[in-house]
Structure formats: structure tokens, C-alpha cells
């Protein structure tokens, strides 16, 4: 079993910055992609970034030259490094993951989420 757990959430006032830590552990033999998900109240789960275990990253466009994601393949760990915040950025934010664990069985294993909330 997976766990993936995230830190770094709180109240910023716009302009800000913040820093999304996500950690994942268990019984994993390999770990691909890690990425950070945002859910607005009202609207659907989006993707914000993701990075592959060989640094190859993606980014929606809404972030794209504010927030860099970048991650620590020794500790399982990836960050969301999150500059020029605005009020539409607003949301909670979650930490997925996927590879394999034991026996080669693959798995993708979610987080329970962090609020970042940006306000004046």
C-alpha cells in the first residue's frame, strides 16, 4: 500500500508565495510520475504540473512561469514551488503518484489534500 501525503497549504495574500511538499511511501518498487491536481469549490479536478522520474515536466497554462514543480527521487518526494499567486489559484491542492509496487502491480495513490487559499 501507498500513501501519499501532502504539507505547505495555508492563507497567502496575492503577489505571495508558497511551497506544496508531498511525500509518498510504502511498498514501492518504482515510482513514474508525480504531479500536483487543483479542485476549485464549484468545479472539476484540473492539472496544474507533473514530472516524470526523468525530470520531464508539464504545466497547464494557467501556471505556466509561476509555479515550478521539481521532485527528490530519493526521498519519493516532489514540490510545488508556487510564485505570483493570484485569487484564481485559490483551491485545494492534491498530490498524485504512480509506479509500482511489489510484484511489479502498478498503483496510483492520491492525497487528502492541502488548501491554499490566496486573499487579501
Known amino acids: 500500500q501507498v500513501q501519499v501525503v501532502e504539507s505547505g497549504g495555508g492563507l497567502v495574500q496575492p503577489g505571495g508565495s508558497l511551497r506544496l511538499s508531498c511525500a509518498a511511501s510504502?511498498?514501492?518498487?518504482?515510482?513514474?510520475?508525480m504531479g500536483w491536481y487543483r479542485q476549485a469549490p464549484g468545479k472539476q479536478r484540473e492539472l496544474v504540473a507533473t514530472?516524470?522520474?526523468?525530470?520531464?515536466?508539464n504545466y497547464a497554462d494557467s501556471v505556466w512561469g509561476r509555479f515550478t514543480i521539481s521532485r527528490d527521487n530519493g526521498t519519493n518526494t516532489v514540490y510545488l514551488q508556487m510564485n505570483s499567486l493570484k485569487p484564481e489559484d485559490t483551491a485545494v491542492y492534491y498530490c498524485?503518484?504512480?509506479?509500482?509496487?511489489?510484484?511489479?502491480?502498478?498503483?496510483?495513490?492520491w492525497g487528502q489534500g492541502t488548501q491554499v487559499t490566496v486573499s487579501s
Open positions: 514530472i516524470t522520474s526523468g525530470g520531464s515536466t
Open positions: 498524485n503518484a504512480g509506479g509500482t509496487v511489489a510484484g511489479l502491480r502498478p498503483f496510483i495513490s
Open positions: 510504502g511498498s514501492i518498487r518504482r515510482l513514474y510520475t
